[in-house]
């Protein structure tokens, strides 16, 4: 495929019904949406959509306020993981963006079939209406002085002192340490950047949402956006009106780490990029991108 056809598959995309879509999600006023999953067909190369996504957004007045990580959610699937354009003029939350594709080498890029993506859809969001909804079917119970220091006692545990290691280690795109609780779980983001405090990390962002993951199911979780270090970390969560909190005592997703350890779910370096280089993708130049970028 030529470098012409190239840029004009991409120019074609971003004035694609599913682009346009997501812009809407990320400008419009009606509600606060917390995150994004997208689904594609592609085959550019990684690090271009990096350039690319920059580039486009910054154009757009909403340059973005963090690095995109690469990740791997699933067998056979990379992405690029929490985009997060910021408009500084805007009252609203602007969500996180997971932009995930399946190589196609028959396309440039383009949406992928509905069935491929997540829900019976290949553009998904979260906001204010649906976590709503979602936290109804939980009798969450009151954390009083007992509770607040069972809570507190956690973040002194193992388990918390492992999902640092593991977040810090390099090892892995994206960590889930996963718990059972029985309270609201904005109790667990307030604790727990106490506790990220005192050891000198800094957030950007906290968001609530959900993730498929026991019996393939929407499960609740808790997304840190941390400014130092750059990561992007979550605490998956099932409620458990018997306990207070504790580790995961069953499987989540099932991507566990290299030990099996039940608790936590991730996702590896090392097979992101084995997965990116198995196949041929196609790079975009400094000026295909800037071309690009013109048209849209």
């Avoid at 545990?157 to 090892?171: D, F, M, N, Q, Y």
């Avoid at 566990?256 to 992101?272: C, F, N, S």
Wanted: hydrophobic share 35%; glycine share 6%.
């Amino acid at each position: 495929m030529s470098s012409k056809e190239i840029t004009q598959g991409l120019v074609k995309y971003f004035k694609s019904d599913q682009w346009q879509e997501l812009m809407h999600m990320l400008t419009q006023q009606e509600e606060e949406i917390y995150h994004i999953h997208m689904y594609w067909e592609n085959r550019i190369e990684a690090q271009s959509l990096i350039r690319l996504m920059e580039s486009y957004f910054a154009k757009k007045g909403m340059s973005l306020d963090r690095k995109i990580d690469l990740t791997s959610p699933k067998p056979g699937v990379a992405g690029l993981h929490s985009i997060h354009p910021h408009d500084p003029a805007r009252n609203l939350y602007i969500p996180a963006v997971d932009m995930y594709w399946r190589y196609n080498p028959n396309v440039v890029m383009e949406a992928a079939a509905p069935d491929k993506g997540e829900s019976g859809k290949n553009l998904i969001g979260w906001g204010k209406n649906y976590m709503d909804n979602y936290y109804k079917q939980f009798d969450f119970k009151c954390v009083g002085p007992k509770e607040e220091r069972e809570i507190k006692r956690y973040f002194e545990s193992a388990h918390w002192k492992k999902t640092v290691r593991l977040i810090e280690s390099g090892l892995y795109t994206h960590v889930h340490a996963n718990l059972e609780i029985n309270f609201d779980p904005w109790i667990l983001k307030t604790l727990a950047i106490d506790e990220l405090t005192k050891i000198g990390w800094k957030m950007d962002h906290v968001i609530p949402c959900v993730y498929i993951a026991v019996n393939n199911e929407y499960t609740g979780k808790i997304v840190f956006l941390t400014a130092y270090p750059e990561e992007v970390w979550d605490f998956g969560w099932y409620y458990n009106p018997d306990v207070v909190i504790r580790p995961a005592t069953f499987v989540f997703s099932g991507y566990l780490p290299e030990d099996g350890d039940i608790r936590y779910d991730v996702w590896t370096k090392k097979y992101l990029y084995e997965l990116l280089a198995r196949d041929k993708y196609e790079p975009l130049t400094d000026a295909q991108i800037e071309d690009i970028i013109e048209q849209v």
